[in-house]
């Protein structure tokens, strides 16, 4: 059974930045792509960022230019990389894992295994 950990998560002024990291256990971790997604308030769970594991990478817009996404197999490992913090970056994100279709990275249902969130907020 595959267990995911997030941690990195904080309070931090908006320009500031952050480091998320994504801890897996339980699995074949090197085959799988892992991705971030973020839940805000009264919103639907979103897709941030996913790596594969031949480091193909895939982006949402709200990501661009301001996160890094990367992932350290030998440490079982994925990181997300924030600058440049912007209010409307305030959520909870989740790290997730599984077999996805690359094609269809961007949906959250791809994913079968999911971590418990780290709080990001970003005052203004």
């Known amino acids: 059974q595959v267990q995911l950990v997030e941690s990195g998560g904080g309070l931090v002024q908006a320009g500031d930045s952050l480091r998320l990291s994504c801890e897996a256990s339980g699995g074949t971790f090197s085959i799988y792509t892992m991705g971030w997604f973020r839940q805000a308030p009264g919103k639907e769970r979103e897709f941030v960022a996913a790596i594969n594991w031949s480091g193909g990478i895939y982006y949402a817009d709200c990501a661009k230019g301001r996160f890094t996404i990367s992932r350290d197999n030998a440490k079982n490992t994925m990181y997300l990389q924030m600058n440049s913090l912007k209010s409307e970056d305030t959520a909870v994100y989740y790290c997730?894992?599984?077999?996805?279709?690359?094609?269809?990275?961007?949906?959250?249902?791809?994913?079968?295994?999911w971590g418990q969130g780290t709080q990001v907020t970003v005052s203004s």
């Open positions: 997730a894992t599984g077999r996805v279709d690359w094609s269809k990275v961007s949906d959250r249902h791809q994913y079968v295994y």
